[in-house]
């Protein structure tokens, strides 16, 4: 299993349940396929370098867990699904 970090932006107004919500569906993904969410970070709400889909400002939110890559492959089209994430971007960690 390798160690993935998955950056993502929610809408500026997200809330608590939406930010559980998000990160639920990341782990259920991941634990399905036998990965797990080692550690959540929420950065906050941040201004945008540029407007993504008119708007200026965002929930950052980073991921970080260990999976197989056939699951990273399942995790972002259920991610590209979801209404509430705006951007994610995922990157395998330094070993």
């Not at 709400?45 to 200026?56: D, G, N, T, V």
């Not at 991921?63 to 209404?83: G, I, Y």
């Amino acid at each position: 299993m390798r160690s993935y970090e998955i950056m993502l932006i929610l809408p500026a107004d997200a809330d608590d349940k939406v930010i559980g919500e998000v990160t639920d569906r990341i782990a259920g993904v991941l634990g399905e396929r036998g990965g797990a969410v080692t550690k959540v970070d929420r950065w906050g709400k941040r201004r945008l370098a540029h407007e993504i889909a008119r708007r200026s400002e965002g929930f950052y939110l980073v991921v970080e867990c260990s999976a197989e890559p056939d699951s990273l492959r399942e995790l972002e089209r259920v991610l590209s699904l979801v209404d509430d994430v705006v951007r994610f971007k995922m990157v395998a960690r330094a070993a």
